[in-house]
């Protein structure tokens, strides 16, 4: 009893996000000199604490824009919510979609998309903060 369902539309949209923070992880984690962790090994560092120490901190851009690219995503997508959540999942772009086709309420159908894009831009602007507050390689020289 999974389809038609919030939890039918989640797992939808784990299934097709899940690949692209892969993908942004996978090139951060390769771009990573193992002569890093080899020096955390010399020095006495478990593996544990050379993961936390160095990989962790140098995949960090990795993760963040993974992570910003499954929220943009995850803001238009319309289709698992209308096929696996029967249009009943109370997602953003699905009111926006129903709003100029079912309803035929462009004034609110506009009006939800650019609250949509209002929100998005802010928590985009927002991360963009906090990733540069926390990566050191992200700020700009002399600031």
């Not at 939808?12 to 002569?35: A, E, H, K, Q």
């Not at 499954?70 to 997508?77: E, I, K, P, Q, R």
Request: aromatic fraction near 10%.
């Amino acid at each position: 009893d999974i389809l038609f369902s919030p939890a039918g539309t989640m797992v939808g949209m784990v299934y097709n996000l899940v690949v692209y923070p892969m993908f942004t992880i996978y090139l951060s984690l390769v771009r990573i000199d193992r002569d890093l962790l080899l020096a955390a090994y010399d020095a006495g560092a478990s593996r544990l604490r050379a993961f936390f120490e160095v990989t962790l901190p140098l995949s960090r851009p990795g993760l963040y824009s993974g992570g910003v690219l499954v929220f943009v995503l995850s803001l238009g997508a319309f289709l698992e919510p209308k096929v696996l959540g029967g249009g009943t999942s109370p997602l953003a772009s699905e009111l926006i979609r129903q709003s100029f086709e079912t309803r035929v309420n462009w004034p609110l159908g506009a009006a939800l998309t650019i609250v949509l894009i209002a929100v998005g831009a802010l928590t985009l602007a927002l991360a963009g903060l906090l990733a540069m507050k926390r990566s050191p390689a992200l700020r700009r020289p002399g600031a």
